[in-house]
Structures are given as C-alpha cells and as structure tokens.
C-alpha cells in the first residue's frame, strides 16, 4: 500500500489549503441542506503547493497512464470525453484533443501537461492494463455455472447499526422498527451473495458487518472541520450541536467531523480494499432510495416508489478543476469500464422494472446527472465509489424506504412465498431484490438466455449512450440529457448476467 494511498486516512492531519473551490446550496431529498463543504481543494501531506485535491484526495500519480499509450484511438477518446464523462463540458485549457494525442493538464499552476498518445486505429491498439477481466477475456461458461470465474464484490452501502442516525440513513414511525438503510443493504448483500455462488461466482463483500471499513471516527477529523467551515466563510464554528433540529447544525465542527468520517473516509478506505485487495472483475453497490421524510422521529410517508441504477460519468466542470478527480476520471475512461458496466445496468435495470413494476426515477435538475442505455433507468454521475473502485461498477438504487408501500415491506420482513401488502401479494423486499439479478422464475423477466455454451442477456444492448453522486446527508437531486448516439452490443452480454 503506498504513501498515497495511506494518505485517505492519515496525511489530512497536514493540510493546508490551495484555494477553496466552492459550497455547495443544495435541496437534498431527504432533508434540506443550505450547507455543506464539498470538493473543496486541499494539499496532502506529500502534495506541491500547487496541488488541488479534492476531500482526503491524494496526489496523483500522472505516470501511472504512461500504460496506457496506444490502448485507445482518437473516435473513442472523443466519444467518451464528450458523451459518458464530460457531458456538461470542460474548460479548454484542461482536457486539448488532435487526431494524435490529447493534452491533459496535471497541474494549472504549473501548466504541465500529461500527453496520451492514440492508437491509429483498432486494430494497432496496445492492450489495455487492467486487474480487472473484460466479459470475453473469461473462460466459457460451465453448465449450472454461467458465473464461474467471475469475481463479484458486494458493497452495501451505508453502515446501519449505531451508525444510521449519524448519516441519517434512520427513521421510525411510531412503536414500529426503523429503518435503518446500512442494515438493509448488508441483509440483501448477505441474500445475494448465496445466489451468486451457486451461480459460480467468487463473491467478495466490501463491507460485511455493521462496523466501518476505516480506521478512523468523527473526533479524529475536527481539525480539519473546523478548517473547511473557516475556509467557507463561518469564522467561528461552533464546536457541537444543541438541537439536532438546527437548521445551521452544518456549520458545526461536530457534523462536518461526522461527514468526513463516514462519507469521504469511509468511502475512500473501502475503495483502498477494492483496489488493493478484493481485485473484482466487478462492483454490485447496493442501496436503498428514499425521498424527504422530514422529522426521522415522526417521518412523512409518501406515495411515491421508484427505481434507479447508477454508473460512472457526468462529471461537473468544477470537479473536473480537481486535479486528483480529473486524473481518476481519465484512468477510468482509458480503463474501459463504461463499456461493461452500462451493458451490465441496462440488464439489470430491466430484469429489476419487470419484477418490482416501479416507474423510472426521474432527476428533477441536469446539473448533474446524463441519461444513459436504453431502458430508461439508468444515469451516469460522479459518485464517489464509482469513480475509485478500479473496475466496472454497477450502483443499485430501488425502492423508496419511505413510501407507503416501500415501508409496509421492509415492516413485514422476510418471508417465504408471498404476503398480501396494501392489497397486493408481495414477495419479501429482500429476497426479491436479491433474486433480481439471479432470477430465472416466471415472476421476473429471466436474465439469462442460454444459447450455445454462453450466457446471453436476454434484453437488446443496443443503447442510445451519452455522457455519482457525492454521498450527502441524503439523496441529490439530478436529472439527466439524452443522446442518440448508438453502440453496438457490449462484450459482456456474452457473460455477465
């Protein structure tokens, strides 16, 4: 593990700041906030002056894509800049392309420049480096086991347990039990991954207990809190929180050490695992969607349920003045994920409509989300995880946790069979979530079509392609930009799902 990378956890503690990029006023979808302290530019331990990093980000390694000269011609460099992740576009002085090579930029103060050399046409291109397997590097699929060979990591998202009221991932009506977004998660990764290995997969969990991956908790950041909030214009941050009912609690050394905890340490130590230790041909994140609920303690149930997944892309022009965030996004675009994980969503996306008949989430604002593939369901958009776990990823949002019927679900638990919930037989929330991706039975569209030795999708991959979400203290809001664009096929229909 390197300097760098261990830098997530520890080099913060010698920060000082470049310049502050900006706060962020936005509606959040489970609770309002006017507040709150993201991508603001930081130096690390081992950074230059110039560095400009984003939360925990580290220095980044613009050596590293020397490896990837030659892996990708001028078209396909073009299409994925401009249609998968840079959408909403870039300044010109950051991201130069010609017919030969793209300048990236690496550092604006000193104006130095990584040059990415292309291919001069597919057939000459140079392998692509990668620990990860593309869908046609696997061996043919083992009858009984259309999933041999294949390693899948579950992340559930969140922590539940004592945790869920700090990230507000909490809420209880009544005498009843709350409902706690980690604990959910961690149940239907535990029920999927049982599926999964009969299927053949190896399957790896992220996260397998209710406990945090980092090694750090919300005390060992204060410092840095109390930075960020002076750095965005409050002078004198109030160390606590006397009501948790205080609209200003953001402004708070206590909430912003919480946030750092759990949202940017937590997330960037899980990617440290994926990357450095799980090696997955692929990501399943998991989650639970949920809309405004008010007062956790006395929640607004609403009549609204739906589905969304999530894949990579999208990146602000803001975040793209980053220099970590703008390295992370090259070395992904170069890593080919998009290809497989947008294939893997839209089958998904379709085999999870038909078995829940939930509507499409539709984003309310474009500012930071692109409508991808062709089901509908399925965004492009920075987030987090999906930007640092180094292989295709696939982020999984079903189910409102506090609409009428979402909560009569979670309520009633796991069972067998079916219950009639609001005049309607269900099955458990949990087990037909994680029977979606696996499923063969009559009540949802079969994924998999066997043809010849190899598993087929069953859905059509012909998607219209364009172009994740900063982890807040509730969902962003967002919305999407079509685009007519079309790709043939990907490689992982031919395996994966």
């Known amino acids: 593990m390197t300097n760098d990378e261990l830098m997530t956890n520890g080099g913060w503690l010698g920060m000082n700041f470049h310049h502050s990029c900006f706060v962020i006023p936005l509606a959040f979808a489970i609770r309002a906030s006017a507040f709150i302290a993201a991508f603001l530019p930081m130096l690390g331990a081992n950074a230059n002056a110039a560095d400009n990093l984003g939360v ?41 392309i010609d017919n030969e090579a793209a300048q990236i930029l690496t550092n604006r103060e000193s104006h130095n420049v990584f040059t990415l050399h292309f291919a001069p046409d597919a057939n000459s291109k140079a392998r692509i480096p990668r620990l990860w397997r593309s869908a046609k590097s696997l061996p043919t699929a083992k009858s009984g086991k259309p999933l041999a060979g294949l390693r899948i990591a579950l992340d559930p998202g969140h922590l539940g347990g004592k ?9 209880q009506v009544g005498d009843t ?40 908790r919300p005390g060992d950041f204060k410092e840095l809190a109390k930075k960020i909030l002076i750095k965005n214009g409050v002078p004198a941050p109030r160390p606590g929180i006397l009501d948790p009912n205080d609209s200003m609690k953001e402004q ?99 085999s999870m409509a038909k078995a829940t008949g939930l509507p499409a989430y539709q984003y309310p604002t474009t500012l930071t989300t692109t409508k991808v593939g062709s089901t509908g369901y399925v965004y492009a958009r920075n987030l987090l995880a999906t930007r640092l776990y180094r292989c295709p990823v696939v982020y999984c949002e079903p189910y409102v946790m506090n609409s009428k019927d979402g909560f009569a679900r979670i309520q009633a638990g796991d069972y067998e069979g079916t219950k009639e919930i609001n005049g309607v037989a269900r099955k458990s929330i949990f087990r037909e979530m994680s029977s979606i ?18 598993i087929w999708p069953c859905s059509n991959f ?30 992982i229909a031919s395996r994966w799902f």
Not at 163 to 171: I, L, N, Q, T
Not at 177 to 202: C, F, I, Q
Not at 295 to 308: A, M, V
Not at 320 to 345: K, P, Q, Y
Request: with cysteine.
């Open 56 to 96: 925990l980000g580290s220095k980044p390694k613009w050596d590293v894509l020397e490896n990837y000269q030659g892996t990708i011609t001028h078209d396909e460099f073009a299409y994925l800049i401009n249609d998968v992740y840079c959408t909403h576009g870039f300044a010109p002085d950051l991201i130069k």
């Open 163 to 171: 945790w869920a009221k700090m990230e507000e991932r909490w809420f």
């Open 177 to 216: 039990k709350p409902v706690t977004e980690g604990d959910l998660t961690l149940r239907v990764s535990r029920m999927l991954a049982s599926r999964l290995k009969k299927l053949g997969a190896t399957v790896l969990f992220v996260r397998n207990s209710t406990q945090p991956i980092t090694s750090k």
């Open 252 to 350: 708070t050394v206590h909430w912003q050490s919480e946030m750092l905890f759990y949202r940017y340490s937590e997330i960037r130590r899980r990617a440290v695992l994926v990357n450095n230790k799980l090696h997955p041909d692929l990501v399943l994140c998991l989650h639970f969607n949920a809309e405004g609920w008010g007062d956790p303690s006395n929640p607004t149930l609403i009549d609204n349920n739906h589905l969304h997944l999530l894949v990579n892309g999208s990146y602000l022009q803001d975040v793209l003045d980053l220099d970590d965030e703008r390295f992370e996004m090259i070395r992904r675009l170069l890593s080919r994920a998009h290809d497989e994980e947008l294939a893997l969503a839209d089958t998904v996306a379709t």
């Open 437 to 454: 991706v696996t499923s063969r039975d009559k009540f949802a569209e079969p994924i998999f079509g066997v043809t010849t030795n190899r």
């Open 462 to 491: 012909l998607s219209n392609l364009s172009a994740s979400k900063i982890f807040p203290r509730g969902k962003f809001v967002g919305s999407f930009v079509g685009n007519p664009n079309l790709r043939k096929r990907s490689t």
